[in-house]
């Protein structure tokens, strides 16, 4: 199995920054694909940025596209979201995901961590 623990979320003014972390440990490797999905209040879970594998290609929504910022430390098995110019509308449980190499299929999730951003 893969546990995801997920931090850095919090209370942001809009204009701000904000990092989050995921730790991954278990079955997972450098060639797992790792991202990160969001949900706000009332709304489905939204697709935010994802990694195919190490070094692989990354994927962002539209709405987060030259904002969001997805990397890894594969020797740390931490991924990371740097996130700038925030937004009230990137309000959201955000969790971090993961699954097969190469897919955005997340079979692992985290148990979330919360970003308000406040206008």
């Known amino acids: 199995q893969v546990q995801l623990v997920e931090s850095g979320g919090g209370l942001v003014q809009v204009g701000g920054s904000l990092r989050l972390s995921c730790a991954a440990s278990g079955r997972t490797d450098s060639r797992s694909a790792m991202g990160w999905v969001r949900q706000a209040p009332g709304k489905e879970r939204e697709f935010v940025a994802g990694?195919?594998?190490?070094?692989?290609?990354?994927s962002y929504a539209d709405s987060v596209k030259g904002r969001f910022t997805i990397s890894r430390d594969n020797a740390k098995n931490t991924v990371y979201l740097q996130m700038n110019s925030l937004r009230p509308e990137d309000t959201a449980v955000y969790y971090c995901a993961a699954g097969p190499s190469g897919s955005r299929k997340y079979l692992y999730w985290g148990q979330g961590t919360q970003v308000t951003v406040s206008s």
């Open positions: 990694v195919t594998w190490s070094e692989g290609p990354t």
